[in-house]
């Protein structure tokens, strides 16, 4: 008697598990690098205002910490007792590609609209607000520990982003996503 291997097949949508995998693989890396594609294309105009934004909201944040900060174009100044510091944004200090990535990584998972738009809902304020935190943290290491700031930039907060990203994917699958996805009869 023959043995049949059962293909284990996608929930509502009828299509084996590799090949729904492997499109989701493709439109998360094409949503991935469309979105970077636009963020180039927006030209120096849009990314001026991403940057004043983002030193606006660094700035409101200090203060409502107690730091005597103001800004000035896209640079925040500031000062405490421990001293003085000026963080220039730049386009790499806004939240635009952790978003992009959360982005790809929701809308190329195999899920329904309305679990996407919760996905989003959810995720693009975290992930706006954490970009936050972090900007007022590496403010705090250039004021306090400026020796420490680029290990603080570059090795810390980067990896931290990337993995806050992929956490609330994760949570967003495991806590929304399959909560809610319809039961096989």
Not at 124 to 149: C, E, H, K, T
Not at 158 to 173: D, E, F, K, N, R
Request: net charge positive.
């Amino acid at each position: 008697m023959a043995r049949r291997r059962r293909r284990s097949r996608s929930a509502g949508r009828g299509e084996p598990a590799p090949r729904l995998l492997l499109r989701a693989w493709i439109l998360f890396l094409t949503i991935l690098v469309l979105g970077h594609v636009a963020l180039e294309a927006a030209g120096p105009r849009y990314e001026a205002r991403a940057n004043a934004l983002t030193a606006r909201t660094l700035d409101w944040a200090l203060s409502a910490l107690g730091v005597d900060s103001r800004m000035i174009g896209d640079t925040v100044t500031g000062s405490a007792a421990s001293g003085e510091f000026a963080l220039r944004i730049i386009r790499e200090c806004t939240a635009e590609s952790p978003l992009v990535l959360l982005l790809a990584a929701i809308l190329a998972y195999p899920c329904g609209l309305r679990e996407k738009a919760v996905g989003l809902a959810i995720g693009v304020p975290s992930i706006l607000l954490l970009n936050v935190v972090r900007l007022a943290s590496l403010f705090w290491v250039g004021i306090v520990r400026p020796d420490l700031f680029d290990a603080a930039h570059v090795l810390v907060w980067q990896s931290l982003m990337v993995l806050a990203v992929v956490g609330l994917w994760l949570l967003w699958v495991r806590q929304w996503v399959e909560r809610h996805a319809p039961r096989p009869a």
